[in-house]
């Protein structure tokens, strides 16, 4: 089974650019989850898709921030215009439907986003 | 609200060393709490968790024991290899949102030969 795979593995741009950032889940994973870690730091909630509906989008940071799920199946992210304080790693994650405290997230290899 | 403090690294041992991470929380009520762990190139991979307090999660040889009275989740293994040089991270789901991962900064540990 493949695990959650995320293109592209690093982007550079620059300032004031646009960079989309995609995400293809476990298949049948409804839940769908971005993260990011900025400099080293810690890790912090985006927000969380089940199907194609934002549940919770609690953590994007600001309105440059856009992220779809087209027929629930794999997500964008998109930055719009960039900044440099969104350089970070960006991290997928997804889970089957769950509603137990304890269970797994399973998360992709990240998109390194680097605003110059 | 929720967050996780765990201990800065990098940490650096020699292969067969004893290795503690630690990892404190807060959190309100009873949350879950896990420890994933980043290989070079690779994305997180759970590596244990516990969701009720005194539980003891393992893997790998590595354990952690949920302490509520101190709450703690520490990382620990008696004995390192080279291949567990890698990125840990301690995180926590709240009481009654399971969805939201709260992680703490990462653990860098380099494991010489």
């Known amino acids: 089974e493949a695990g959650v795979t995320q293109f592209p593995s690093h982007s550079v741009i620059e300032k004031g650019q646009t960079v989309t950032l995609r995400c293809d889940p476990i298949?049948?994973?409804?839940?769908l989850y971005w993260y990011r870690r900025v400099m080293g730091k810690e890790i912090k909630f985006l927000l969380h898709?089940?199907?194609?509906?934002?549940?919770?989008e609690s953590g994007m940071p600001n309105n440059r921030f856009l992220a779809e799920r087209t027929g629930g199946t794999y997500s964008t992210l998109k930055v719009q215009p960039a900044e440099l304080e969104d350089s970070g790693v960006y991290f997928c994650a997804s889970s089957p439907y769950d509603r137990a405290p304890g269970y797994e997230q399973y998360f992709g290899p990240g998109t390194r986003l680097t605003v110059t | 609200g929720n967050s996780v403090t765990q201990m800065e690294g990098p940490v650096t041992l020699s292969e067969e060393a004893f290795l503690t991470i630690n990892c404190t929380y807060t959190a309100t009520g009873y949350p879950s709490l896990f420890w994933y762990v980043q290989y070079p190139g690779e994305g997180l991979q759970l590596l244990l968790k516990?969701?009720?307090?005194?539980d003891k999660g393992s893997n790998k040889g590595f354990e952690a024991t949920y302490r509520k009275e101190t709450t703690s989740f520490h990382l620990e293994k008696g004995s390192v290899q080279v291949s567990d040089s890698a990125v840990y991270f301690c995180?926590?789901?709240?009481?009654?949102?399971?969805?939201?991962?709260?992680f703490g900064s990462g653990t860098k540990l380099n494991v010489k030969p």
């Open positions: 516990a969701t009720k307090a005194d």
């Open positions: 995180a926590l789901t709240g009481s009654y949102n399971f969805n939201k991962f709260y």
């Open positions: 298949s049948g994973h409804d839940n």
């Open positions: 898709f089940v199907k194609e509906s934002k549940q919770d």
